[in-house]
């Protein structure tokens, strides 16, 4: 238990230790104010302190309809952490001692000796001895209880001394001749039934429980806010999902005679590298030197990978050309007459006959290179001869042989 001692408004002794701390208050006569209630009640209303007061709690006690007041609390034992219990020097001697001294070190000697007040009452008056510092404390407090013990014979007397050792055998060794033993300070106990002037709990593992409760409660916010977002974002997942199937089965009931729409889709999505316009007018140029034309259309065929031996690049794009009345009704005049033309039309990297030869109408695929560079729209608005300029900047690589044509 840890032990303090307050006298005249401060701290004049701590011994440190675990558990509950003790604190003795030894008031002084300046301190102390005395409140008596006429109607002889224990209830005494508690007055307007001012001053001192204000720092702290007020120690008092009613006992026989009055109130006494001993003083406040000074800060340092209100900041304690731990269960505090203050109680007078009185409290503490036991029932039939007539006067005592608490010896807690050669400097710190409280005294307390019981009389009669003007009333008749019984009362206790208590101080801290004022005793000389350094070696000089020791022989000065054996000779004060050896001059207690001579004025006072046969009183009975309470020697306590705070739980030092040495300082135990020395008292003990100079009060053997005196008639009052010296006994453990530690021993001294109040009576069952007195409340303490002031006492507050210990309250730091209730602080730390709650701040326990505070982390867990916080955690389990956090998890559920995740396990929330997660289910949230799995549900926005399937929310997703149903409604593609339902744009998908929307688009397959407009679309419902068409057997494969998403080729469709995919056609009309995909742009080509320059003007339909142009490539309309460059492959039309091709087809009328062959026949009359009636159908122009882009081909995204990708037979011609694999039939015609073409690989088709982002910079080709196929052309399809349906003619009637062929100028030439023989193959190969139809082949002479194709390898004439991808000289004047550098543009046009491939001519390739689609079909069969007894067809009525006469079907070309017409390979035609796309790039940025010149825009082949330029080309195709003129006539061939005045568009192999330009063009030749389009092709630079590609002058396609005889052979190639006349595939």
Request: proline residues 8%; neutral net charge.
């Amino acid at each position: 238990m840890s032990l303090y001692v307050v006298s005249r408004r401060k701290v004049v002794f701590h011994q440190p230790s675990l558990g509950t701390v003790q604190v003795v208050y030894v008031p002084s006569a300046d301190q102390t104010q005395v409140l008596k209630d006429a109607a002889g009640t224990a209830q005494v209303a508690k007055p307007a302190a001012g001053g001192a007061a204000l720092r702290g709690p007020q120690l008092a006690r009613v006992q026989r309809g009055q109130r006494t007041l001993y003083g406040t609390l000074p800060t340092e034992i209100l900041e304690l952490r731990q269960a505090v219990k203050v109680w007078l020097p009185e409290d503490l001697a036991p029932p039939e001692a007539e006067a005592f001294f608490y010896v807690l070190s050669p400097q710190v000697v409280i005294h307390g000796i019981r009389e009669r007040n003007d009333e008749g009452r019984l009362v206790w008056r208590t101080a801290q001895l004022q005793l000389p510092a350094g070696e000089a404390a020791m022989p000065a407090l054996q000779l004060i209880l050896a001059d207690f013990s001579l004025a006072n014979p046969g009183q009975n007397v309470c020697l306590a001394v705070v739980n030092d050792v040495a300082l135990y055998r020395t008292i003990q060794q100079g009060q053997q001749a005196h008639g009052f033993p010296p006994i453990p300070f530690s021993t001294l106990k109040p009576a069952p039934d007195l409340a303490p002037l002031y006492s507050h709990q210990n309250f730091t593992w209730l602080y730390l429980l709650l701040l326990l409760l505070g982390a867990a409660a916080v955690a389990a916010v956090a998890i559920f806010w995740m396990a929330e977002k997660t289910k949230g974002n799995r549900l926005q997942a399937e929310i997703e999902a149903v409604e593609a199937q339902i744009r998908a089965v929307q688009i397959n009931k407009r679309t419902g005679h068409i057997r494969q729409p998403d080729a469709v889709l995919n056609e009309l999505t995909t742009g080509v590298a320059v003007s339909p316009s142009a490539l309309i007018q460059a492959t039309a140029q091709v087809g009328q030197r062959l026949g009359d034309v009636q159908q122009i259309a882009l081909a995204r065929d990708t037979s011609l990978d694999t039939d015609a031996g073409v690989t088709l690049t982002p910079e080709l794009q196929p052309m399809q050309i349906l003619l009637n009345n062929p100028v030439q009704s023989l193959l190969l005049d139809q082949a002479n007459i194709a390898s004439g033309l991808l000289p004047q039309m550098p543009w046009v990297r491939q001519v390739i006959r689609q079909g069969q030869p007894g067809d009525a109408m006469m079907e070309l695929a017409v390979i035609v290179q796309v790039t940025g560079t010149v825009p082949l729209a330029a080309s195709a608005m003129v006539s061939p001869a005045t568009a192999i300029a330009p063009a030749a900047a389009i092709s630079a690589t590609a002058t396609p042989t005889p052979t190639e044509a006349a595939q």
